[in-house]
Structure formats: structure tokens, C-alpha cells
């Protein structure tokens, strides 16, 4: 019977005739199918090296340059299929090995499947644990990290890329977590942008590691998007947490957007200046101000709430006071479900705790650039996840 027989002309091509393998019905690849595919790709590396080889030969001995065979050496490849051993050949002044992609010893789709082990949170000895029934080959700690510096480039190119796009509404917050240095763990803040879109998807704009969350740090922060491109020319309101360096950096660089408080970060406040027994009580009433029907039944919720409170607990009927008219802004907008999404910084916190998930298993970070590349990662994953980017985007 005739048999159809393909031309594979190229490495990737290759690969993806062996990935087909992994579609076809078991019947028709029963046995060890990946070690027969192992097999092939070496033969075919071995093949076009000693034909590259072949060449080089015949044309120093056309130009008249001395060359002659010099044996081989054994390289190992690890792809997708496991470790694949390949026989190199050389001459005494020839080397093809850039035939196996220039000395390297992964296959770029390996790189990508280390990366997203790591960029899932898992630690760099777990991900070697994790590849080893898919490789057939553990990847040391060490192989990962080096990986992981890939990712390098990319987070440059997206603190530096220019913001074209614009929002509805931007929210400001800060996330602390952990790094080693010499005189042991220090605590250090993220802050994180995220927009609200026209489309009404949410994205992660960008993250800064800082000292602290003083003001100098925060409008050092806005500056920079401001000159990337976030001027906030269709912003309608700023949503921030109750920091008040925030606040200040915040009415420095975009002083005409009007600024909505968090009532999370609020509530929280208030009820930690109540005694336990009648906090159910006390954010009942305040539940009544932020979810009343408009501006007018709002202001008065918070006057009978404040009415009932202030001789029991004066400190937390101030907190609610100082700020009423700054986590009243959200009432301004006709769209109700607009008002859900501004009136706290929630979708930054539903993000941090993402971050705190997938670093717990890291324990603490060794370097600044090892958190930028987790952050980067964690941060551009959830982007996938509302619509608006690629993980691997620059």
C-alpha cells in the first residue's frame, strides 16, 4: 500500500508533527510514541547538521582552505517530549551547531512552560517537581530562575510604553509585601493604577515598588503616568484608598477630577472605633448612607446615623464627618452600576489578594527584581482575565 510521506523542512515543523501525534487516537500511536518522536527530532537534528556540515566541507575545498571532519559531541535538548540526545558533528574549524537554535539547550516552548509555573506562584524547586511527569527530565532551581530573567525586557518595556488608552474612572491603592535584604526582611509597598474603561473592562495600568506611601512617592508615581499619557482628560472620578499621601499626590496632579473615598477603607476605620457588640448595628446605619437612592437620602442616612452615634462614639462619628462629602462623589453619576464600581477601591484589593496568593508559596522575595517579575506577571494575568492584554505583552 502507498504511503503519504511528509517534507519537514524546518525544526518547528517538526515539532508540531509530533504535537499532532499527541491528537491522534491511541489505537494508531499505541506504545512508547514519545520516545519514537524523541527518536525522530534527533535524527532530523542530526541529519541537517551533517548536511550543513557536508556543504562547509565542499566549499573550503573550492576555496582552497584546509578543513577536515573532527569527530562529534553530544548535546542534550529538553523539549516538550523530554529530554532529546543529539549527536553534533564538527570539523576543525566548523561548528553547525546553530542548528539546534543557537547552542541552546530548551526548545523556546519549554522556556514558555517554565515561565508559567512560575508565574503561576509556584516556587522555582516546585516548578521542577511540577515539569518532571511532562518533560521527563526535572528542571533545576537554577534553570528556572534563569528563565524567569526573561522576563525582564518585558516588565522594562511596560513601565516605559505609552499609555494610549483612556478611563472612566482610575483607582489608586497600595498593596506591602516582603523582601530580603542584608540586615534581613524589610516590608515594602506596591502602588498599583487601574483603569476603568470606556467598554467598562477594568485594567491594570501600571505598579511601582517604593519606600512608603508617603506623598513624594505617590505623585512621583502619578507624574510619570501623567507624562506617559494618563492625563486624565476623559476621567470623570479618582476612587482612592484613605492614605493620605495618596490623597495629597492625588489632588496635586489631577486637582480637577473630582475624588471619590473608599467606603471599604472607611467602614473599617469606623468599625474599628466600636466595640464589638454593636458593630452589626453601627455599619447597618452606614450601609443605609452608601446604598440610599441618591445624594439627598444619603446626606440624611448619615445624619440620623451620626444622630444616634456621636454621644456613644464621637471618634467614629468624626471619621464618617471629615470625609462625607469625598464618599458622596459616586452619587454624582447617573449609572448605577458606575457608582458600584467607583464608590470603592475593591478591585485593587480583589488583585492584592491575587498577588498574596500566588507569592505565599515564594515566601519572601530575595531581590526588587524578583518582585517586579512575579507582579509583572500576577498583574498582566489578571489583564488577560478582564480582556484588555497578553502576558507576555511589551
Request: aromatic residues 8%.
Amino acid at each position: 500500500m502507498k504511503q503519504n510521506r511528509i517534507m519537514i523542512r524546518s525544526l518547528p515543523e517538526a515539532m508540531a508533527v509530533v504535537k499532532e501525534m499527541n491528537l491522534a487516537s491511541q489505537d494508531e500511536w499505541a506504545g512508547d510514541y514519545r520516545s519514537a518522536a524523541r527518536d525522530a527530532i534527533s535524527s532530523f537534528l542530526t541529519d541537517r547538521m551533517a548536511l550543513k556540515l557536508g556543504f562547509h566541507l565542499a566549499d573550503s575545498e573550492a576555496c582552497g582552505i584546509p578543513d577536515r571532519r573532527n569527530g562529534h559531541y553530544m548535546r542534550h535538548l529538553l523539549t516538550e517530549l523530554g529530554d532529546v540526545l543529539v549527536s553534533v558533528p564538527r570539523t576543525r574549524t566548523y561548528n553547525p551547531i546553530e542548528i539546534i537554535r543557537a547552542y541552546t539547550r530548551r526548545s523556546q516552548e519549554v522556556d514558555r512552560l517554565i515561565l508559567a509555573s512560575f508565574l503561576l506562584g509556584l516556587s522555582t524547586r516546585k516548578v521542577g517537581e511540577a515539569l518532571l511527569s511532562i518533560l521527563g527530565e526535572k528542571v533545576s532551581p537554577s534553570t528556572v530562575s534563569r528563565v524567569a530573567k526573561s522576563l525582564d525586557k518585558a516588565v522594562s518595556a511596560f513601565h516605559r510604553r505609552r499609555i494610549k488608552g483612556s478611563y472612566l474612572a482610575l483607582l489608586f491603592d497600595g498593596v506591602v509585601l516582603t523582601r530580603k535584604t542584608g540586615a534581613g526582611s524589610v516590608k515594602r509597598p506596591v502602588l498599583v493604577a487601574l483603569g476603568i474603561r470606556h467598554d467598562g473592562k477594568k485594567e491594570i495600568i501600571d505598579f511601582r515598588l517604593a519606600r512608603s506611601e508617603s506623598t513624594d512617592e505617590w505623585e512621583s508615581f502619578l507624574i510619570n503616568l501623567t507624562r506617559r499619557g494618563l492625563t486624565g482628560k476623559e476621567t470623570r472620578v479618582i476612587s482612592v484608598d484613605g492614605g493620605q499621601g495618596l490623597i495629597s499626590a492625588v489632588r496635586a496632579v489631577y486637582p480637577l477630577i473630582p475624588m471619590q473615598r473608599c467606603w471599604a477603607h472607611k467602614m473599617r476605620n469606623i468599625l474599628n472605633k466600636v466595640r464589638k457588640s454593636d458593630i452589626k448595628e453601627v455599619k447597618k446605619g452606614l450601609v443605609k448612607v452608601y446604598g440610599a437612592k441618591n445624594l439627598r437620602e444619603a446626606r440624611s442616612a448619615a445624619k440620623r446615623w451620626s444622630g444616634t452615634w456621636e454621644n456613644i462614639y464621637p471618634a467614629a462619628v468624626k471619621c464618617l464627618r471629615d470625609d462625607l462629602d469625598d464618599l458622596l462623589t459616586f452619587f454624582g453619576f447617573a449609572d448605577t452600576s458606575f457608582r458600584r464600581k467607583v464608590r470603592t477601591t475593591n478591585a485593587i484589593e480583589r488583585v492584592f489578594r491575587e498577588v498574596r496568593r500566588r507569592t505565599r508559596p515564594m515566601g519572601v522575595f530575595e531581590n526588587k527584581t524578583s518582585m517586579e517579575r512575579i507582579l509583572y506577571a500576577v498583574f498582566l494575568y489578571e489583564n488577560i482575565r478582564y480582556g484588555v492584554q497578553y502576558v507576555f505583552a511589551c
